[in-house]
């Protein structure tokens, strides 16, 4: 930033307090989530799962979703691919 107040372009847009804004902001971070009080003590105990998708393309086999399933536990994690979202079911079993 302080090679770009020398250009011509830039140096009516840049000004110390617009400089100072941003970079306050660049710099933000979230507050960490609170600790979960949920333990758990055995393998699938507690899953957690997420369908993503429709993807624009979909691979070669026409799957366009996919699912992926994680062990809270041993956070072991699968990935399945769908062509639909009406093989989350199945892709269960």
């Given amino acids: 930033m302080s090679k770009m107040k020398y250009i011509s372009e830039c140096k009516d847009v840049i ?30 105990e507690l899953i957690h799962m997420d369908l993503w998708g429709p993807y624009r393309v979909a691979n070669l086999d026409g799957a366009k979703f996919f699912i992926t399933i994680v062990d809270d536990y041993s956070r072991n994690t699968w990935t399945q691919l769908l062509q639909h979202k009406t093989q989350v079911y199945a892709a269960l079993e």
């Fill in 15 to 44: 000004l110390d307090t617009f400089l100072m804004r941003f970079v306050f902001l660049a710099k933000a971070h979230r507050l960490p989530f609170t600790r979960s009080t949920i333990s758990t003590t055995k393998p699938f």
